[in-house]
């Protein structure tokens, strides 16, 4: 009996802690997990990443950032990469296609999708081609129930892509960038969201995550004001006709960047008031030439390497200071130890800065974004922005109603030591002159025959060369070339 009493308490305690895991409904909003490519709790078979010092374009996958879904019935569990700065989802990397073994090893990890062993996927019709910075991806669309991984939310009967083949991508992308009527035809991760009602607005939170955190978090529908620090300030998005490259994506104004060196002493840096958009699929930062060489110099590298990055010293991870980044109404201070890329090799640790030069194409990457606290509103094409502080959860439902400045993040200001970013509690001061403007703007067009431009600082933005390893660094890139058949 006693032990009939245990099993039975044991059955009742794992249900509890299979609901508690699961979101409450009651709020418009859903919260996944946002897992780095190196957290070895999830992606344990990522591969050993010394295999770089013999195998060329291995590594890239080292640093990106990924949440799953649930696809299909049954549902397989398949991870995508966040990617702010594309539009479409697709699934079903060619693993086989990489060469190198940390890559194909990370490859098969992400999970694979057989729309044949799902009795609610539906083919429909049409292929595309997508093209990125680096690699490309032919997918024919499906649509297939999808659920999000730790809730009870599904959605029904949402348009994908599954890849038919790929070069060069070890993963699948879920672009949550906007979507029907806006870039494609049809509605995309963002618009089912709301059309089917699981989130009661067009808005969602990203939280990165510190490199040492290994994990960060994106809501749906709602913030977590237990993740940033001082005011949400609101940041107008860009309307594609006046953007650079007069493409929909998440551009806004940038109104000075500046250097805080370990002796203190800021410096601002000369015409930095221009027009940058947000791209957690950019590896890297992008900045034009001229500027991207200046600071590069403030941190000890002369010049770029062959394949176009700034090799640094790896103790300034040590070092106290902070780039930077300044907007109306608030600043982002990304720590040095944010900043510097490491990449372990059978050579010991190299570490480059995790800025690239452009003249094509400004955006502010991952190395920026990790800093950062950004919610992204397409309901009101506003971003909300405050400085990246991890102090617990305390989360909210974003609504049509909800006023963005008055809500304040539950965080104090971090302590200066290679620490995440502090608010300015004021607005920045602009240095320079005028919004930046990309030499070669590509024009998108309505529906199915959209083009998009997508820098190669974005998604496998890294194919890092030194010695015995090669790499290749593309700075810039069109992409999301469709076909329709």
């Known amino acids: 009996m006693a032990v009939r009493l245990i099993l039975f308490l044991h059955l009742i305690i794992g249900a509890h802690c299979h609901v508690a895991a699961l979101e ?43 949440a799953q879904l649930e696809i299909g019935t049954p549902a397989q569990q398949v991870y995508v990469q966040l990617d702010t700065g594309s539009f479409e989802l697709w ?48 997918i024919q669309y499906v649509a297939d129930d999808i659920g999000l991984a730790g809730t009870n939310s599904k959605l029904k009967g949402v348009q ?40 009661g607005t067009k808005a ?26 001082g005011n949400l300030q609101t940041l107008p998005i860009i309307p594609a006709s006046q953007s650079p490259d007069k493409v929909p994506r998440y551009w806004v104004n940038m109104t000075s960047l500046s ?84 990449l372990a090799t059978g050579f010991g640790t190299q570490c480059f800065l995790g800025i690239s030069p452009s003249d094509d194409f400004t955006l502010l990457g991952d190395t920026m974004l990790r800093s950062a606290y950004a919610v992204f509103d397409q309901t009101n094409n506003a971003i909300h922005l405050a400085p990246y502080v991890n102090c617990g959860t305390n989360e909210v439902e974003i609504t049509p109603q909800t006023n963005m400045a008055t809500i304040k993040g539950d965080c104090a200001a971090p302590a200066a030591k290679n620490a995440a970013s502090t608010a300015t509690g004021g607005s920045a001061t602009a240095t320079g002159s005028g919004a930046a403007k990309t030499t070669s703007p ?16 974005s998604r496998n933005s890294v194919k890092w060369g030194l010695g015995l390893w090669l790499g290749v660094a593309t700075l810039w890139g069109a992409v999301a070339v469709v076909g329709v058949f």
């Open 442 to 457: 590509i024009t998108a067009t309505s529906g199915a025959d959209q083009v998009t431009a997508k820098s190669a600082g």
């Open 259 to 342: 250097l805080t060196p370990p002796s203190g002493q800021n410096k601002v840096y000369e015409n930095t008031t221009m027009a940058v958009f947000l791209d957690s699929g950019a590896t890297l930062t992008l900045l034009p030439t001229k500027l991207a060489n200046a600071i590069a110099a403030d941190f000890g590298a002369e010049t770029t390497d062959s394949n176009g990055f700034y090799p640094v010293d790896c103790s300034l991870n040590d070092l106290p200071g902070t780039l930077n980044f300044a907007f109306n109404g608030v600043m982002i201070k990304v720590p040095y130890n944010e900043l510097v890329r490491e």
């Open 91 to 138: 699934v079903n990397p060619d693993c086989s296609d990489l060469q190198g073994s940390a890559d194909i090893k990370f490859c098969q990890a992400v999970g694979h999708y057989t729309p044949s062993s799902s009795s609610s996927a539906k083919q429909v019709a049409g292929t595309k081609t997508l093209r990125y910075g680096i690699g490309s991806a032919q």
């Open 204 to 229: 969602f939170s990203l939280a990165l995550g510190s490199k040492d955190e290994q994990e960060g978090v994106v809501i749906f529908g709602g913030l977590d004001k237990g993740k940033f620090t």
């Open 160 to 199: 994908f892509g599954v890849a038919v083949d790929t070069v060069d991508e070890f993963a699948g992308i879920l672009g949550i960038g906007h979507g029907a009527n806006v870039t494609i035809n049809y509605n995309n991760f963002i618009d089912e969201l709301a059309v089917q009602g699981v989130t």
């Open 24 to 66: 409450r409904r009651s709020d418009l909003y859903v919260k996944l997990p946002v897992v780095h490519s190196t957290n070895k709790k999830v992606f344990s078979d990522f591969g050993d990443r010394r295999a770089i010092t013999t195998v060329p374009l291995a590594n890239r996958s080292d640093v990106a950032y990924y």
